[in-house]
T-cell receptor, first 114, second 113 residues
Framework: ETGVTQSPTHLIKTRGQQVTLRCSSQ?????VSWYQQALGQGPQFIFQ???????GRGNFPPRFSGLQFPNYSSELNVNALELDDSALYLC?????????????FGPGTRLTVT | AQSVTQLDSQVPVFEEAPVELRCNYS??????LFWYVQYPNQGLQLLLK??????LVKGINGFEAEFNKSQTSFHLRKPSVHISDTAEYFC???????????FGEGTQLTVNP
């Protein structure tokens, strides 16, 4: 069974640029959630995708957007990057129908905005 | 809305000593509770979860936690820690109607020889 994978591992961007982060969910999981973890803080919920539709959003501006594909993999896009977007971005997959409510996290993508 | 407060940002202990990491939560709806561990430069790994039933739940690596509904707490304990337990620990909740996790700020557990 393959776990959650994320790419790239590290990324450096300049303020104002755009970035795309990718996530492959664990086999059989149809739900993907994205979290932002700033240095020294707990993860903050960005949004969740279920069967290719956005299924809940946290307190993040519209320049944070996402996609989920038919194979349940997902992308997180951030436009007009700001310095405060520097963080570890975590993807988590789950299968709510199993009734376990457990989310399986990937290793994260470390984004640095200069 | 939910909120989670981890009462200690840093907990230093000696190897083989017991440890308790404290977590309180606030929610207007029923929630499920989780503890995750994060090792340096890694993602989050689930230690244990409370969904229903017995209020004492056992997890991996010898950790356990007790759910106290009246005190809205979910403290994590281990009777004897190892150097390898050094990591950041996060308490999290999700409403029973959904799967959006709300995390605390984390507790850095440092186990010294």
């Amino acid at each position: 069974e393959t776990g959650v994978t994320q790419s790239p591992t590290h990324l450096i961007k300049t303020r104002g640029q755009q970035v795309t982060l990718r996530c492959s969910s664990q086999s059989g999981h149809n739900t993907v959630s994205w979290y932002q973890q700033a240095l020294g803080q707990g993860p903050q919920f960005i949004f969740q995708y279920y069967r290719e539709e956005e299924n809940g959003r946290g307190n993040f501006p519209p320049r944070f957007s996402g996609l989920q594909f038919p194979n349940y993999s997902s992308e997180l896009n951030v436009n007009a990057l700001e310095l405060d977007d520097s963080a570890l971005y975590l993807c988590a997959s789950s299968f709510p129908g199993q009734g376990t409510y457990e989310q399986y996290f990937g290793p994260g993508t470390r984004l640095t905005v200069t | 809305a939910q909120s989670v407060t981890q009462l200690d940002s840093q907990v230093p202990v000696f190897e083989e000593a017991p440890v308790e990491l404290r977590c309180n939560y606030s929610s207007s709806v029923s929630v499920y509770l989780f503890w995750y561990v994060q090792y340096p430069n890694q993602g989050l790994q689930l230690l244990l979860k409370y969904l229903s039933g017995s209020t004492l739940v056992k997890g991996i690596n010898g950790f356990e936690a007790e759910f106290n509904k009246s005190q809205t707490s979910f403290h994590l304990r281990k009777p004897s820690v190892h150097i390898s337990d050094t990591a950041e620990y996060f308490c999290a909740v999700t409403p029973t109607s959904g799967s959006r996790l709300t995390f605390g700020e984390g507790t850095q557990l440092t186990v010294n020889p």
